[in-house]
């Protein structure tokens, strides 16, 4: 039995070691965190590293990442965690669908893969009992500064700003641009750095390490630049009287609900779009000016990407087109519904005050003229009719019958004129005869 029991615990300790490796591999990507316990409301970084191109997914438990989701194209890309207060952290990676390899085919494994770091508290110490001397004589532990006094990017400026306990940080660098410069120095001046100087630099996410080591000891300390360059499209879009940019990733982004990663074809190229159930498409553009905005992509067409809730129903806002801006019996405005203004339109007859007209795509991209009333906060599509009250109908009904009456009258008339008309040709007829 004692046996027995002492091999089970050991393959415990087994099971329990092998569940402590914070570096775990799926088929598609791997992906490893930088520290195997972080301080309290600490940062640390996950790498994820594959030759694979695809949107995946960060979810983190007990706190949260600098970016729920990252786009990896045969490369390495890193995200900064930043912990809770206690526990553990854990970071899960996902693939969005279209994970594809190197050739473009489609990755067969598309399961998730976990990390997990341990939040450690600081150790506390009584101050009202000092220490006694002890009378071993035991040799004091040398302890060494390996932090940085400084992190120098030239032409850049790092986010956050530099702190020499905070190992994690952000660059961000024009397009073109093809190496960059960093500089730095240690609080201890026995200290040596490793990784400053210049490197070479692409497109989208590149990771920069910056490492410090005392003689005197084998441990080190890592800090991690993510440098961003600047993306460049390569498919423009006519958007009124400019050309925007396709951007080829979701970098700067936010979030939106109810899309997933998609690619389009667009000029017999693929690019990078959003999906929601629907089919509505969006694309990331980018301005000449630098500015991005998502827009929707509708028969080869952009229109922005303006959402906004109506009586329940979610829309996209669009600018009035000039030849609507002027239609019979409807005046061009303003419309205030639930402290939110639109362009729109009102009736010219008091008597549809309550009712407004909006000029709205629906989830599925469909453009129409949508109808709202204000008492019920009802919104419907226009059907080319004006809204009608029980006043209008009694009018409409009351006009009806006059022109019925008068039709009638019309009718008689007519059958009196073509009456005497056949009776005077035969009246004539019959004179001429006698002759």
């Not at 594959?50 to 007990?62: A, C, D, L, P």
């Not at 008689?412 to 040709?425: D, E, K, P």
């Amino acid at each position: 039995m004692k046996l027995l029991r002492k091999i089970t615990l050991f393959s415990i300790g087994i099971i329990f070691c092998f569940g402590l490796v914070i570096s775990v591999k799926a088929a598609a990507f791997s992906m490893s965190a930088s520290t195997k316990t972080v301080s309290p409301n600490g940062t640390f970084v996950v790498t994820l590293s594959g030759n694979v191109t695809g949107n995946i997914f960060i979810n983190v438990e007990n706190e949260r990442a600098s970016e729920s989701q990252i786009w990896i194209e045969n490369n390495s890309v890193s995200v900064t965690i930043t912990a809770g207060s206690s526990g553990n952290v854990k970071v899960t990676a996902i693939p969005g669908e279209g994970l594809s390899d190197p050739q473009g085919n489609a990755v067969p494994d598309t399961s998730g893969t976990t990390v997990s770091v341990t939040i450690q508290q600081p150790t506390s110490s009584n101050p009202s009992r000092p220490s006694t001397p002890s009378s071993s004589n035991t040799t004091p532990v040398k302890t060494f500064n390996l932090n940085l006094s400084a992190i120098q990017v030239e032409g850049a400026s790092l986010t956050p700003d530099f702190s020499g306990d905070t190992v994690d940080y952000s660059v961000e660098l024009p397009k073109g641009t093809t190496s960059v410069t960093i500089s730095a120095s240690a609080a201890d001046s026995e200290v040596s750095v490793q990784g400053i100087g210049t490197h070479e630099v692409h497109e989208g996410n590149n990771v920069i390490e910056l490492t410090t080591h005392h003689p005197e000891t084998s441990t080190t300390k890592t800090y991690r630049i993510q440098v961003y360059v600047e993306e460049e499209p390569k498919v423009f879009l006519k958007y009124k009287d400019t050309e925007l940019g396709v951007y080829p990733s979701f970098h700067g982004s936010e979030t939106l609900e109810g899309f997933e990663n998609t690619e389009v074809t667009i000029q017999d190229q693929q690019v990078l779009g959003k999906v929601n159930e629907q089919g509505l498409i969006l694309l990331y553009m980018v301005e000449e000016s630098g500015e991005k905005a998502f827009y929707v992509y509708k028969d080869e067409v952009l229109y922005k990407y303006l959402p906004v809730t109506i009586a329940g129903r979610t829309f996209i806002s669009l600018e009035i087109p000039d030849d609507m801006k002027n239609m019979t019996g409807l005046i061009q405005q303003k419309i205030m519904i639930h402290d939110v203004e639109y362009d729109g339109w009102v009736f010219e007859d008091d008597s549809f005050s309550n009712y407004s007209l909006l000029y709205l795509m629906n989830e599925k991209g469909d453009i129409h003229l949508y109808q709202y009333e204000s008492t019920e906060g009802v919104i419907q599509l226009y059907s080319g009719a004006a809204a009608l009250r029980q006043e209008s109908v009694d009018a409409l009904r009351d006009e009806m019958n006059m022109m019925k009456i008068a039709l009638i009258a019309v009718s008689v008339i007519a059958v009196i004129i073509l009456g005497a008309g056949v009776g005077f040709y035969f009246y004539k007829k019959k004179m001429s005869g006698s002759h």
